[in-house]
């Protein structure tokens, strides 16, 4: 069991940076791949960046790439996505989320535990 607490969200104007953080509980966090979601209303959930275990292997969606980056920390138990170049459009609850797998994983259908979410709005 893994349980993920977001942080870091806020409102910014475009063009602004923000870091998201999520601490996970377990001693077990190294085994997990890590992703970053949004949701906006309306719409579905989609999938932002994913990290491997060990941090060596990355996707990003086309949506954020070179913007956007993905990082994580296995001795505190953190990942990390930082978002620079902040666009109107990336307004949207973001979810950190935790796949029991060695694989990157690209929907929600993939991974098995969840955070609550954290608002980030983006004003132009």
């Known amino acids: 069991q893994v349980q993920l607490v977001e942080s870091g969200g806020g409102l910014v104007q475009a063009g602004g940076s923000l870091r998201l953080s999520c601490a996970a509980s377990g001693r077990t966090f190294s085994r997990y791949t890590m992703g970053w979601f949004r949701q906006a209303p309306g719409k579905e959930r989609e999938v932002v960046a994913a990290i491997n275990w060990g941090g060596g292997n990355t996707y990003y969606a086309d949506s954020v790439k070179g913007r956007f980056t993905i990082s994580r920390d296995n001795a505190k138990n953190t990942v990390y996505l930082q978002m620079n170049s902040l666009k109107p459009e990336d307004t949207a609850v973001y979810y950190c989320?935790?796949?029991?797998?060695?694989?990157?994983?690209?929907?929600?259908?993939?991974?098995?535990?969840w955070g609550q979410g954290t608002q980030v709005t983006v004003s132009s």
């Open positions: 989320a935790a796949r029991r797998s060695w694989e990157l994983g690209f929907s929600a259908n993939d991974y098995n535990y």
